[in-house]
């Protein structure tokens, strides 16, 4: 494996990890019901961010990458990486 992918590897290794992270932390505030219910959008946002990084994960440690972009199931990201 060559350098740059060692790097693509352990980057999106540690995406992975921190969407995961970022999942257990929503499913901690959900579990409280009146808090959720006062803060639906800002969950819905970490839920987002959650879904971002794991597309991002599987796109730095895919060949090819242009693959993993167009498989990405969050379109906003998506169209973000194929408009820059």
Same mark, same amino acid.
């Given at each position: 494996?060559?350098?740059?992918?060692?790097?693509? @590897?352990?980057?999106?290794?540690?995406?992975?990890?921190?969407?995961? @992270?970022? @999942?257990?932390?929503?499913?901690?505030?959900?579990?409280?019901?009146?808090?959720?219910?006062?803060?639906?959008?800002?969950?819905?946002?970490?839920?987002?961010?959650?879904?971002?990084?794991?597309?991002?994960?599987?796109?730095?440690?895919?060949?090819?990458? @242009?693959?993993?972009?167009?498989?990405?199931?969050?379109?906003?990201?998506?169209?973000?990486?194929?408009?820059?």
């Amino acid at each position: 494996m060559n350098d740059r992918n060692h790097w693509l @590897e352990r980057v999106g290794a540690q995406l992975s990890r921190l969407a995961t @992270e970022i @999942e257990a932390l929503g499913e901690v505030l959900c579990s409280d019901v009146e808090m959720m219910q006062r803060n639906l959008t800002t969950l819905q946002a970490i839920d987002a961010i959650a879904q971002q990084q794991n597309c991002l994960a599987r796109i730095v440690t895919a060949d090819p990458m @242009e693959q993993a972009v167009a498989e990405c199931s969050f379109a906003e990201l998506k169209q973000r990486l194929l408009a820059a």
